[in-house]
């Protein structure tokens, strides 16, 4: 048995799970888990992400040349976006790649996320950056999300294509991206209920020194310690119900 056989094992199972909750079409999305300084384990390309066996996961170093794959397979191409994460950021071990309908729709229409509504999601994505489009496979894709993440930055939108969330720990990764999802999706039912009662700059104070206390970095804290209102003003969330969007 190979050391890499369950760390293989786990991205299957987690590209499976995209799958099976519609967060990859076809042979959308890919996954990363890095194993040390210079090695990432990949998704291959052309694979659904449902129907992958540790057989086709592939093995790179920090520059995406293919270290081990198993003919026919061969790493995606999208794993340079996830290698100029690994080069950014020391602390990222996974990174995952999915196009989620709802969150891929706040991506296509180039819409930000809005903050201080669910305290669960400003408490586990923090701050979400939305990049212009860049083409896919193209390093300047790569270099552009490098440039934006911040050392507490969770996850990314990409304009017209998709998200990437990162994390320490490969699960991590992955819950992140049903938090993001699913507040997608509530935001879109808040759209159709026709108003909103957003936390106020206070309560959303207290939020950011609760996430303080967990150890969970946010780079607002200080500025909201200082009485600054750090609530983004949100254009989605004033097409709703511009009385009480502001809190």
């Not at 896919?136 to 969330?165: D, F, S, W, Y």
């Not at 759209?191 to 609760?210: D, H, I, N, P, T």
């Amino acid at each position: 048995m190979s050391d890499l056989d369950t760390p293989k094992a786990a991205l299957c199972a987690l590209g499976q799970r995209m799958w099976q909750r519609g967060y990859c079409a076809g042979n959308d999305g890919n996954l990363s888990l890095r194993l040390g300084p210079d090695r990432v384990l990949c998704t291959p390309t052309g694979v659904s992400k449902g129907f992958m066996t540790p057989a086709m996961i592939c093995l790179v170093d920090l520059d995406g040349r293919t270290v081990e794959a198993t003919p026919p397979w061969k790493r995606t191409s999208e794993v340079l976006l996830h290698l100029a994460i690994y080069r950014k950021r020391a602390d990222v071990k996974a990174v995952i790649h999915a196009h989620p309908p709802h969150a891929t729709a706040f991506a296509v229409a180039g819409i930000p996320l809005p903050d201080a509504v669910h305290p669960e999601a400003d408490f586990l994505l923090g701050q979400v950056p939305l990049v212009e489009y860049i083409q896919t496979g193209k390093p300047q894709l790569g270099a552009r999300v490098a440039e934006v993440i911040a050392p507490e930055t969770i996850a990314v939108i990409l304009a017209n294509h998709g998200v990437v969330c990162l994390h320490a720990e490969l699960a991590e990764a992955y819950h992140r991206l049903e938090v993001l999802e699913n507040y997608c999706r509530m935001l879109f039912l808040l759209k159709q209920a026709g108003r909103v009662q957003r936390l106020s700059a206070a309560e959303f104070r207290e939020l950011l020194e609760l996430k303080a206390g967990y150890g969970i970095a946010d780079a607002r804290l200080p500025a909201a310690r200082a009485g600054v209102d750090v609530r983004t003003r949100s254009e989605f969330l004033e097409s709703i119900q511009p009385s009480q969007s502001g809190g």
